[in-house]
């Protein structure tokens, strides 16, 4: 099984068995804060999870976008000087988050 993603439009397709599944287009949330921005997107690796990123820095994987927000909120996201702050608040869920 192999997951991929086709250029700047985010459309990923799922090879298995010698047969492409279109999985449809990925939506990325993106939250900016003055440690880093953070961003929520489909996992390149493991299929329906998706990954929490820092700078483009992985941080985990979470099988749902709600879940990996709600690791941001918590201050659990494992990115050490976010978790360890306490100058700002970040949202609870997706909705302050950028839609791209």
Known sequence: MLSMH???????????????????????????????????????????????????????????EEDAARSVYLRESGWHDWDCSEDSDAPCDLSEWEKQ
């Not at 939250?31 to 929520?40: K, Q």
């Open 6 to 64: 086709l250029g700047k439009t985010r459309q990923f397709k799922l090879f298995h068995n010698g047969i492409i599944y279109d999985m449809g287009c990925g939506m990325i949330y993106i939250y900016r804060t003055r440690i880093g921005t953070f961003s929520i997107e489909p996992d390149d690796i493991e299929v329906d999870m998706f990954k929490l990123c820092i700078g483009g820095l992985w941080l985990g994987s979470y099988e749902t």
